[in-house]
């Protein structure tokens, strides 16, 4: 069965990065792109960026274009998505969800990224 | 960019009731060469990450019961939840993957009246 399992959750300071990973399992990884969506406390979905697990191009929201990169690493199929310049504004849950090929059908549990001093 | 627009934010229904969710694009995510709505419904529950129900507007998901239907196209869409049952509360999102950046409406915070 398809499984997305993503790492733990983090605390940041302001100004430091952090780098999620997603880990699947149960489908050819490279047949399917991947999307990263991040919630706010109480807030709604926000749509960050798309990478393409078989070259590892990427498309970003601009709102984070230069600081966010996505990867991935064929050989475990795992996916990563690192933010840098971390402010308190970025404190979210943080969701790796699978294209199939557009929608998204299989999500990661989310990993919460928390930024404070 | 597309933007997303819910009504209402918050609804309360009787369970057996029907419920209805719209949401409206700011443009048009009919796309002409294969006549189909770039439209997705989410339905996430507390503490869980988002559940696809339904795509292309109107497909349901599979294993998703069939009491959840979606309508519309080019700009008006519809979620309906024919016969609200308990464990349907929830907030439910639509989504635009019509073009990057794909973008979700504020959602729709359903509960049992």
């Known amino acids: 069965q398809v499984q997305l399992v993503q790492s733990g959750a983090e605390v940041k300071k302001p100004g430091a990065s952090v780098k999620v990973s997603c880990k699947t399992s149960?489908?050819?990884?490279?047949?399917?792109?991947m999307h990263w969506v991040r919630q706010a406390p109480g807030q709604g979905l926000e749509w960050m960026g798309i990478i393409n697990p078989s070259g590892g191009s990427t498309t970003y929201a601009q709102k984070f274009e230069g600081r966010v990169i996505m990867t991935r690493d064929t050989s475990t199929s795992t996916l990563y998505m690192e933010l840098s310049s971390l402010r308190s504004e970025d404190t979210a849950v943080y969701y790796c969800?699978?294209?199939?090929?557009?929608?998204?059908?299989?999500w990661g549990q989310g990993t919460l990224v928390t930024v404070s001093s | 960019d597309i933007v997303m627009t819910q009504s209402p934010d918050s609804l309360a229904v009787s369970l057996g009731e029907r419920a209805t969710i719209n949401c409206k694009s700011s443009?048009?995510?009919?796309?002409?060469?294969?006549?189909?709505?770039?439209l997705a419904w989410y339905q996430q529950k507390l503490g869980q990450p988002p559940k696809l129900l339904i795509y292309?507007?109107?497909t349901r998901e599979s294993g998703v019961p069939d009491r959840f239907s979606g309508s519309g196209s080019g700009t008006d869409f519809t979620l309906t939840i024919s016969s609200l049952q308990a464990e349907d509360v929830a907030v439910y999102y639509c989504q635009q993957y019509y073009s990057t950046p794909h973008s979700f409406g504020q959602g729709t915070k359903l509960e049992i009246k």
């Open positions: 149960g489908y050819t990884f490279i047949n399917y792109y």
């Open positions: 292309w507007a109107s």
């Open positions: 969800a699978r294209a199939r090929p557009n929608y998204y059908d299989f």
């Open positions: 443009q048009s995510i009919l796309y002409s060469s294969n006549n189909e709505n770039y």
